[in-house]
């Protein structure tokens, strides 16, 4: 799925854009790719639980697994806001609840 289409070009001005406008398609491309790459080995996963997952994250992410959700958000906005419609909300919103904890751990129910 492109963002944007992209005309033939005939000058040296016209293909720079060309190139530019696919290095945007691209970097969209791949927003989306990874989007719901991760969305699916956080949710859909059948060798570990949700739970599992963010604990696991906890560990790693500075920030803790809040982090995921805040870096999620924004890549959710900024694709949503480029192209409205590329993602339905299933896509993009949690299919159980979340709650926030003060230590940036995160716990499902």
Not at 24 to 32: G, S
Not at 98 to 109: F, I, K, L, M, R
Request: net charge negative; aromatic share 6%.
């Amino acid at each position: 799925m492109s963002l944007i289409p992209i005309p033939d070009e005939t000058t040296p001005a016209q293909r720079a854009a060309r190139q530019i406008v696919n290095s945007l398609n691209a970097t969209f491309d791949a927003m989306l790719v990874g989007h719901q790459s991760i969305f699916e080995r956080l949710w859909i996963n059948p060798a570990a639980a949700p739970q599992e997952i963010l604990d696991a994250l906890h560990e790693l992410l500075p920030g803790g697994a809040r982090t995921l959700f805040d870096l999620g958000g924004l890549q959710v906005q900024t694709i949503l806001t480029a192209k409205p419609g590329a993602m339905e909300p299933a896509q993009y919103m949690p299919p159980r609840q979340v709650a926030y904890n003060e230590d940036g751990s995160v716990t499902v129910s």
